[in-house]
């Protein structure tokens, strides 16, 4: 579970909103309540950046976005039955205002008409007289194609997508008979979650869909997303210390967390499957096909407290089960923090050190003495100083974001004090102005950013703040993702949930905003995400870019002394781009990159049944997805070991040593500097 690109939270308003938080506060309901939609409907428009009130453009957003919630395929509702999702949420305004939510429930019995509908007919083609067509492809893009007008029309679509889903069995050797089973079973476990839909999901539903429809940002966090969003900001929670994953109806153990209650206690290993779950005292409940977030919840827990698991174990051609009593304890997340690691390169005929910091995300807990990836970094870079290394890359290639408050002081981390970010508001409060105050500069040595096209928010913010200062080369995918909104994240009363709301745009030094256009590199490497498809600019409704006067801070430079940095010269990038382009051209991966991209854009959403049944394709596939696996669960020295083998950290560290070189050619190097 987790929270894409991050939301920035530049503080937490107290209660709900003004008026509304008294009103939630008073009546105290252990639930979502459809009297309370209006008031939440209007906590997001007061605090909006673009909207403030309810109209007909906004009802039809809203109505395309709960369609797109209830049906994102299109394979069970016709045009027929979306017309009629679009009547009974017609004047929907009106209807929430009146507090008459009863749309809500007969759209999700009509859903689950629907989805009884097709399960039946899965299972009819699925059956005995099935005949796997290795030859069927089909065009699969949602966002684009139109209901199918007639069920004939949607079951016609759903013979072509079956075969693709039994060809992703067989091509893990699964006999026929049972990769048939297990799509049935897929489609079975749908209906039945669909059947399981309480209340509350219906009326979180609908406010997600009313969020989303102001902007891509704005959403409306559930009990349980807002408690995976608090435990992604502070990095740490309290449970047995495993990663978990949903796999055909059972809860999978995908990896242990080091020094997690799982892994000391030795009882647990990555695949087993759990199949119940149970308290210190009371009965085991069965969890086979409940939503993971359901099982999670049950696993997490108080500190001190005991869970009991079931447990299924593969044991050579056998399976057995035991149960496993584990005491929960905090459970760092360390995966998502920044680290280190150094590499050698000869520059100017001398060994030298570099430091790669691998940063995945904004975080910080705002309890007192909680953690915070601005005073990681800082340690992090101390460390560098005393490794004396002769420059640093930091790579934001897969952070989405996160807090504000550490992007602003991790920019200035590379400056003495000066403006990171300016934010507008809403109303008359107009523009703030964030500023790094911290008059030391922690790195003044060459530097390098790494960025792709799902770097955002924070990331565009340090990137782009550094390349405004002309402090570092940012190097990666012709830009990034184009997140310039700012989000707040405002917890309501009686454990309801929370609103994330745009209540801003922010702009980096130079007067641009970030938004659409995202950060440019400068030196651009190929990259797998460098598809029309990444960015801001392709999702629903997203807010157009802007610009303002230029706010650089000359206090930010330092001429003289230790601390003293060079302002990157045009000709120094022009020379880093040329370098970089030469070696690029001579890179095997980067070739393959190149021509995956190709491939992808020829080919655009057709799919081939045949291409998933390519051994040589599948065995690319299973070597990619144990790679990926190896880099996100295996041992701390391998995962270290292949990301410094990644093609575009590989070429980063190259640029920063062209960078050293060309730095080191004037008066005052890096060396004398830093160390």
């Known amino acids: 579970m987790r929270v894409l690109f991050g939301a920035l939270v530049f503080g937490t308003f107290i209660g709900l909103i003004g008026f509304a938080s008294a009103q939630l506060k008073t009546e105290q309901q252990p639930g979502m309540a459809c009297?309370?939609?209006?008031?939440?409907?209007?906590?997001?428009?007061t605090y909006h950046i673009k909207y403030s009130q309810r109209d007909a453009e906004l009802a039809g957003r809203v109505v395309d976005q709960y369609l797109k919630r209830v049906d994102p395929s299109k394979i069970y509702l016709t045009q027929v039955e979306a017309n009629k999702v679009r009547s009974l949420m017609q004047n929907v305004f009106e209807k929430t205002k009146k507090q008459d939510c009863s749309f809500l429930p007969e759209i999700q019995a009509l859903l689950l008409d629907k989805v009884k509908s097709r399960a039946e007919f899965v299972k009819k083609f699925l059956g005995k007289d099935f005949k796997f067509d290795s030859k069927a492809e089909f065009v699969y893009e949602p966002d684009k194609a139109p209901y199918p007008k007639t069920d004939a029309d949607a079951e016609a679509f759903l013979k072509k997508y079956l075969n693709f889903q039994i060809a992703n069995y067989l091509a893990t050797d699964m006999k026929i008979d049972e990769a048939k089973d297990r799509v049935i079973k897929n489609y079975e476990r749908i209906v039945r979650r669909t059947m399981e839909t309480s209340e509350d999901d219906l009326y979180a539903g609908y406010l997600d869909s009313f969020a989303r429809a102001l902007d891509p940002h704005s959403s409306f966090f559930s009990r349980d997303v807002l408690a995976d969003f608090n435990i992604q900001m502070s990095l740490s929670l309290e449970g047995i210390g495993a990663t978990l994953s949903s796999e055909d109806g059972f809860t999978v153990v995908e990896a242990l967390v080091p020094g997690g209650a799982a892994a000391k206690s030795g009882q647990i290993e990555p695949q087993d499957k759990i199949v119940a779950v149970g308290q210190e005292k009371g009965p085991m409940e069965n969890v086979i096909d409940q939503d993971l977030k359901?099982?999670?919840?049950?696993?997490?827990?108080?500190?001190?407290?005991?869970?009991?698991?079931?447990?299924?174990?593969?044991?050579?051609?056998?399976?057995?089960?035991?149960?496993?009593?584990?005491?929960?304890?905090?459970?760092?997340?360390?995966?998502?923090?920044?680290?280190?690691?150094?590499?050698d390169k000869e520059i100017g005929g001398k060994k030298q050190k570099i430091g790669v910091?691998?940063?995945?995300?904004?975080?910080?807990?705002s309890r007192r003495g909680g953690r915070s990836s601005a005073a990681d970094l800082k340690k992090l870079i101390q460390e560098a100083r005393e490794k004396k290394v002769s420059g640093l890359v930091l790579d934001l290639s897969n952070n989405g974001g996160g807090s504000l408050?550490?992007?602003?002081?991790?920019?200035?981390?590379?400056?003495?004090?000066?403006?990171?970010?300016?934010?507008?508001?809403?109303?008359?409060?107009?523009?703030?102005?964030?500023?790094?105050?911290?008059?030391?500069?922690?790195?003044?040595?060459?530097l390098v950013v790494l960025t792709s096209r799902i770097s955002a928010s924070a990331s565009e913010i340090v990137a782009g703040t550094l390349q405004d200062y002309k402090r570092a080369i940012i190097v990666g995918g012709d830009h990034t993702f184009g997140k310039g909104s700012v989000q707040s994240v405002l917890p309501m009363p009686s454990n309801l949930g929370a609103i994330k709301v745009t209540v801003g745009m922010f702009f980096v030094p130079g007067g641009n905003s970030t938004q659409h256009r995202g950060v440019d590199a400068d030196v651009i490497l190929p990259g797998p995400y460098s598809t029309d498809e990444v960015g801001e600019k392709s999702l629903d409704y997203s807010l157009p870019p802007k610009t303002i006067s230029g706010f650089l801070s000359p206090n930010a430079y330092v001429k003289d002394?230790?601390?003293?940095?060079?302002?990157?010269?045009?000709?120094?990038?022009k020379t880093l781009k040329e370098k970089s382009q030469a070696r690029v051209e001579k890179s095997d991966d980067f070739k393959k990159i190149k021509e995956d991209l190709v491939k992808a854009k020829d080919r655009g959403k057709l799919i081939r049944v045949s291409e998933v049944m390519d051994e040589t394709k599948e065995a690319e596939k299973k070597e990619k997805k144990e790679k990926d696996k190896a880099l996100r669960y295996g041992k701390k020295s391998d995962r270290d070991k292949e990301y410094l083998k990644r093609a575009d950290v590989q070429e980063a560290a190259n640029v920063l040593v062209d960078l050293i070189q060309l730095e080191n050619g004037q008066s005052t190097g890096p060396q004398a500097r830093n160390n």
Not at 308 to 320: A, E, F, H, T, V
Not at 357 to 365: G, K, L, V
């Open 405 to 446: 408050e550490d992007a602003v002081k991790i920019a200035g981390l590379f400056f003495k004090t000066g403006n990171v970010v300016k934010q507008s508001s809403k109303g008359e409060s107009g523009e703030q102005t964030l500023a790094d105050v911290d008059g030391k500069v922690d790195w003044s040595g060459p």
């Open 294 to 343: 359901d099982v999670v919840k049950k696993i997490r827990g108080d500190k001190g407290t005991k869970v009991r698991l079931s447990i299924l174990r593969k044991d050579g051609d056998k399976k057995r089960r035991l149960e496993v009593t584990l005491v929960r304890e905090k459970v760092n997340l360390e995966d998502q923090a920044a680290s280190i690691l150094y590499m």
């Open 357 to 365: 910091i691998d940063f995945p995300s904004f975080y910080a807990d």
């Open 35 to 45: 009297k309370y939609l209006p008031t939440i409907e209007q906590g997001f428009l």
């Open 561 to 573: 002394g230790a601390e003293a940095w060079a302002p990157l010269k045009p000709e120094w990038v």
